[in-house]
Structures are given as structure tokens and as C-alpha cells.
Nanobody, 116 residues
Framework: QVQLVESGGGLVQPGGSLRLSCTAS????????MHWYRQASGKRRELVAA???????TYPDSVRDRFTISRDNARNTVYLQMNSLKPEDTAVYYC??????????WGKGTLVTVSS
């Protein structure tokens, strides 16, 4: 079992920045890929960023060049640095990890609101 706790959400003005964190506990030795997803009101949950065990990353076009995912394996933590935020980035952001036996674990989410 892996438990995840996100933090760092809040209210930010358009053009601003936020850094989200997600710390894992439990059977962390088995964590492989770490992800950030988001879900806006009335919309489907979508992948925002992923970072693989070897350090490779992937982003959708909507956030590429604005968001950066990173991980600190010693702290079992994944980060999402979000710059140049737009109102359409408003959503609940969720952390997900996949273990080496293909089990997925989700955090409870942290709300990001981009508004003036």
C-alpha cells in the first residue's frame, strides 16, 4: 500500500506560479512512475505530467513549457512547478503513483484556482 498527500494548492492570479508537492509513504520502494492529473469542474480527469523512474518526463501540449515535473526519490516526493498560470488551469490536482507491479495509488487532491 502507498499513501499520498498533496500540498501547495491555492489561489493565484493569472500569470503567477505555484509549486505542488506530493509525498508518498508506505510501500514506497515499489514506486515506478509518478504523475500529476487534474480535473476541472464538469470535465474529465486529464494527465498533466508524468515522470518515469529513469527521469524521463511527458506533458500534454496544454502545459508543456509552463509546467515542470520533478521527483526526489530520497524524499519519496514528486513536484509540479506551474508557471504562467491561466484561468483554464483551475482544477483539483491529483498525484498518482504506479508501482512496479502496475498498481495505481491516488492522492485526495489539492485545489488550484487561477483568478484575478
Amino acid at each position: 500500500q502507498v499513501q499520498l498527500v498533496e500540498s501547495g494548492g491555492g489561489l493565484v492570479q493569472p500569470g503567477g506560479s505555484l509549486r505542488l508537492s506530493c509525498t508518498a509513504s508506505g510501500s514506497t520502494i515499489r514506486i515506478n512512475t509518478m504523475h500529476w492529473y487534474r480535473q476541472a469542474s464538469g470535465k474529465r480527469r486529464e494527465l498533466v505530467a508524468a515522470i518515469f523512474s529513469g527521469g524521463g518526463t511527458t506533458y500534454p501540449d496544454s502545459v508543456r513549457d509552463r509546467f515542470t515535473i520533478s521527483r526526489d526519490n530520497a524524499r519519496n516526493t514528486v513536484y509540479l512547478q506551474m508557471n504562467s498560470l491561466k484561468p483554464e488551469d483551475t482544477a483539483v490536482y491529483y498525484c498518482k503513483v504506479r508501482t512496479d507491479n502496475d498498481m495505481d495509488y491516488w492522492g485526495k487532491g489539492t485545489l488550484v484556482t487561477v483568478s484575478s
